[in-house]
């Protein structure tokens, strides 16, 4: 599927034409042409080449699975529920319209477009500690701008205008109870419930990810997102409209949440890829202090241009940020063998020839929480401490269900289902370089 030689936009006939995806987890899957267009373009194209799982693939052979397909996913399922939600849904509560459907489909495919190499490891171990805040989801909006504008009569043929794209934007970022956006003026606040859902956690995000990472890690798992799709309807409580599910879909939400844990415990967690992370984010330390720089093509100077890792991350040029892969690594490797390179060049290109080799750093124990945040204030060259964060985050307050002998009275799932939430285990991991 190639756009029109040169564009990096898709010809007439392309975005006239949906697509049929063979997907390993749901089969075959039919997308919008606009979608496809999107999918189509340089911008998305990148996440071919950045792992979902960063450093667990080092862990988990099958974990080759990159963010690329994992948003093709997360567009076929909040398709699957915002049609669900119009079916079952009486228009008296709210009407879903077709604009509203592309929407959220849009927003569910560019939602992850500003990952950086190895997914969250570039924020937490490498832009983090360099004090350059941007998140991911900043990026993908201003990715989606960029798409946008080079492509936007495609967009406006569906209906898409900028405050479309505005709308677009908020879902991808979400919004929280407290919080009000372009969507609570139109009495359509349940659509920030199903990309990024920061009201109960409940979102296709995750229904794609756990289902995904499971099936590419070989763990088990009993979530099954079909009896949420069936139960899911609109209705209006505490006078905004929100996703509410029927009572007997519990046992599911349950084991949504216990997949969470399963899956930080057994996975995002784990020791050893947690490690490896933090080694690789260390030599994109080292290379960046070493005067590392990297080429991208400026399509505004019509040539090639260099930057550092640091300065790529930023929301006024996305071009040198585009070029960013998990191929950034092989790249460093080899400039660190360049004869008279700076010597903290040399440095990450040894840290990550031992990624390479498994020759990694050592776990030796756990450690308290004094010792690492005196060791956040000096950092001590022969060991690193990281801390494991494990939440829980059902919270049964903020869920809503309903009743088959009362279908349209919401209540909190916490009316029938009492148990603690928001509890916060942390680990502190100290690792002998």
């Known amino acids: 599927m190639q756009g029109s030689e040169g564009t990096g936009v898709p010809s007439g006939s392309e975005r006239r034409e949906s697509k049929i995806f063979n997907d390993p987890i ?11 267009a999107i999918i189509n373009t340089p911008e998305f194209d990148r996440l071919r080449f950045i792992k979902q799982l960063g450093g667990n693939y080092y862990v988990y052979p099958g974990a080759s699975h990159n963010r690329f397909e994992h948003c093709i996913g997360v567009s076929f399922l909040a398709g699957k529920l915002i049609e669900a939600l119009k079916q079952n849904t009486c228009n008296k509560v709210v009407e879903i319209t077709d604009v509203d459907v592309l929407c959220v489909k849009v927003a ?13 490891m570039f924020e937490r171990h490498f832009l983090g500690p360099l004090g350059n805040k941007v998140e991911h989801e900043e990026l993908s909006c201003a990715i989606l701008d960029r798409i946008y504008e080079g492509m936007q009569n495609t967009f406006e043929e569906r209906g898409l205008s900028q405050d479309q794209i505005a709308i677009i934007k908020e879902l991808i970022i979400g919004k929280k109870t407290t919080e009000t956006g372009l969507l609570d003026v139109k009495h359509k606040r349940f659509m920030y419930e199903i990309v990024a859902n920061k009201c109960c956690e409940i979102d296709v995000d995750k229904w794609d990810y756990f289902t995904r990472d499971c099936h590419a890690l070989g763990l088990k798992h009993g979530f099954d997102y079909q ?6 309807r609109v209705m209006v409580y505490e006078g905004k409209t929100r996703i509410v599910y029927r009572d007997k879909v519990i046992g599911d939400i349950e084991e ?3 997949t969470r844990t399963r899956l930080h415990k057994a996975a995002y967690q784990h020791r050893v890829s947690c490690c490896i992370e ?17 080429q991208y093509w400026d399509p505004t100077k019509q040539g090639l241009q260099s930057s550092s890792l640091l300065d790529a991350a930023n929301l006024t ?3 040198p940020y585009l070029e960013l892969t998990d191929d950034i690594v092989r790249d460093i490797t080899r400039q660190s063998h360049v004869e008279g390179c700076h010597p903290d060049l040399v440095k990450a290109g040894k840290v990550l020839e031992r990624v390479l080799r498994r ?16 060791w956040k204030k000096k950092p001590n060259e022969d060991f690193v401490i990281d801390v494991a964060i494990f939440e829980d985050k059902m919270n049964t307050d903020n869920i809503l269900v309903y009743s088959k002998t009362n279908p349209d009275a919401p209540f909190p799932l916490s009316k029938i289902l009492k148990r603690k939430t928001g509890e916060i285990e942390k680990i502190y991991r100290k690792y002998n370089k």
């Open 26 to 36: 749901y089969g075959l899957m039919e997308l919008d042409p606009l979608l496809v």
């Open 108 to 120: 569910a495919l560019c939602h992850d477009l500003g990952h950086g190499p190895y997914s969250h």
């Open 227 to 232: 009896r949420l799709l069936h139960s899911a």
């Open 256 to 258: 949504l949440f216990y």
């Open 278 to 294: 933090i080694m690789i984010g260390e030599a994109f330390g080292l290379a960046h202090s070493g005067g590392y720089t990297f």
């Open 317 to 319: 040029n996305l071009s």
């Open 359 to 374: 020759n990694i750093y050592k776990y030796t124990c756990e450690t308290s929480e004094d010792e690492y945040k005196d």
